[in-house]
């Protein structure tokens, strides 16, 4: 079972950019999921989640305002939708899954993880 993580790339401040999450031999409509990223130097962090059913999110607040989650159950991916980026923003985006009745911003509740892909904000 694997998450893949795809759209990152080389950005310039205040432009967008989506992430999308597919799974391989697992149903992501059954998973609350998450984004976390991880720039140089820094530990991983929070970045968005929503619960399996898209009833709730949450978002750190370094983002909130300009990132937004979704998910097409039917296509069984997940995207992060990135506006307005900043340079500050660039890191490796992992996406993560998770069996549960909500989404949580903590890292080590999320069982499956995605390879990553980069996001490089250019100022």
């Known amino acids: 079972v694997q998450l893949q993580a795809s759209g990152g790339g080389l950005v310039q401040a205040g432009g967008s950019l989506r992430l999308s999450c597919a799974a391989s031999?697992?149903?992501?409509?059954?998973?609350?999921m998450g984004w976390f990223r991880q720039a140089p130097g820094k530990e991983r962090e929070f970045v968005a989640a929503?619960?399996?059913?898209?009833?709730?999110?949450g978002y750190a607040d370094s983002v909130k305002g300009r990132f937004t989650i979704s998910r097409d159950n039917a296509k069984d991916t997940v995207y992060l939708q990135m506006a307005s980026l900043k340079p500050e923003d660039t890191a490796v985006y992992y996406c993560?899954?998770?069996?549960?009745?909500?989404?949580?911003?903590?890292?080590?509740?999320?069982?499956?993880w995605g390879q990553g892909t980069q996001v490089t904000v250019s100022s």
């Open positions: 929503m619960s399996w059913n898209g009833r709730s999110t």
């Open positions: 031999r697992r149903r992501l409509s059954s998973s609350d």
């Open positions: 993560a899954a998770k069996y549960g009745s909500t989404w949580s911003p903590r890292g080590d509740e999320y069982d499956l």
